[in-house]
T-cell receptor, first 113, second 112 residues
Framework: DTGVSQDPRHKITKRGQNVTFRCDPISEHNRLYWYRQTLGQGPEFLTYFQNEAQLEKSRLLSDRFSAERPKGSFSTLEIQRTEQGDSAMYLCASSLLEARGYTFGSGTRLTVV | AQKVTQAQTEISVVEKEDVTLDCVYETRDTTYYLFWYKQPPSGELVFLIRRNSFDEQNEISGRYSWNFQKSTSSFNFTITASQVVDSAVYFC?????????FGAGTQVVVTP
């Protein structure tokens, strides 16, 4: 069990550019979640997958955001035409469906300049 | 939808003092889980404890204990004999069918 891995750890991008983050969950976990955390706040739910199916998306997830989990393994979160307001820590978590416990990755810190 | 209130923004204590963190939540779910997570300066969220809404028995796990009262929707968390390594932001988070709703967090500062 190597835990939840996120890549990259840090990303600095210019406004208007597209960025993509990757999350590798714990291998046997069938659920994968994305959260966003801004400075001084708790994480906010963005979306989650059960296997390859995206089951729910938060209203926070604008049209510029898209997430995928092909084959039910790793997941990617893409932000198109980044804005300064997208600057945040993006956290990934995974769980087993019935276990009701969540393991978080170390996050990807995005800075939009 | 759920709402979580962690009224304490920051708590500062001297090592070996006890720290109690307050959490009040709102939920319309009849079945739910409650979590406490710790976020040290490194940024990773670390699982501390989980309690389901059917079990109001309060427990102690090492230096951690919690007081869950469903009638008042409170889920308080205590660190006994605090240590400098306990310095972190602590989040209370009820769980509704796979989505954690985090509070704003309480910053705990433990000084030697």
């Amino acid at each position: 069990d190597t835990g939840v891995s996120q890549d990259p750890r840090h990303k600095i991008t210019k406004r208007g550019q597209n960025v993509t983050f990757r999350c590798d969950p714990i291998s046997e976990h069938n659920r994968l979640y994305w959260y966003r955390q801004t400075l001084g706040q708790g994480p906010e739910f963005l979306t989650y997958f059960q296997n390859e199916a995206q089951l729910e998306k938060s209203r926070l997830l604008s049209d510029r955001f898209s997430a995928e989990r092909p084959k039910g393994s790793f997941s990617t979160l893409e932000i198109q035409r980044t804005e300064q307001g997208d600057s945040a820590m993006y956290l990934c978590a995974s769980s087993l469906l019935e276990a009701r416990g969540y393991t978080f990755g170390s996050g990807t810190r995005l800075t939009v300049v | 939808a759920q709402k979580v209130t962690q009224a304490q923004t920051e708590i500062s204590v001297v090592e070996k003092e006890d720290v109690t963190l307050d959490c009040v939540y709102e939920t319309r779910d009849t079945t739910y889980y409650l979590f406490w997570y710790k976020q040290p300066p490194s940024g990773e969220l670390v699982f501390l404890i989980r309690r389901n809404s059917f079990d109001e028995q309060n427990e102690i796990s090492g230096r951690y204990s919690w007081n869950f009262q469903k009638s008042t929707s409170s889920f308080n968390f205590t660190i006994t004999a605090s240590q400098v390594v306990d310095s972190a932001v602590y989040f209370c988070a009820p769980d509704s069918w796979g989505k954690l709703q985090f509070g704003a967090g309480t910053q705990v500062v433990v000084t030697p």
